[in-house]
């Protein structure tokens, strides 16, 4: 069955960078294109950055621009974002889905930034 798998979450202060990975499984992975979403508590979950299927193409929340890279190695079903100059505001599950959400969410991976 479809399965996507997040991880690459933790702790990190302020300014501090992580990479996170999403791994998809029982899906032709590279011919969707997928999102990083993000769900701090309290707030609904919002769309962080997309990717195209062949990875030419992507786009960013203003929030996370020119901070954060979205990446993906079609060959190992696995996509990538790489989370520089971390803030406070970013601390929230990240979880990672095709662009309509259309697959059974995963389990997600916490980031938490703080002092």
């Known amino acids: 069955q479809v399965q996507l798998v997040e991880s690459g979450g933790g702790l990190v202060q302020p300014g501090g960078s992580l990479r996170l990975s999403c791994t998809a499984s029982g899906t032709i992975f590279s011919i969707k294109p997928m999102r990083w979403y993000r769900q701090a508590p309290g707030k609904q979950r919002e769309i962080v950055a997309t990717i195209s299927n062949g990875g030419g193409s992507t786009d960013y929340a203003d929030s996370v621009k020119g901070r954060f890279t979205i990446s993906r190695d079609n060959a190992k079903n696995t996509m990538y974002l790489q989370m520089n100059s971390l803030k406070p505001e970013d601390t929230a599950v990240y979880y990672c889905?095709?662009?309509?959400?259309?697959?059974?969410w995963g389990q997600g991976t916490q980031v938490t930034v703080s002092s």
């Open positions: 889905n095709d662009a309509w959400a259309t697959m059974p």
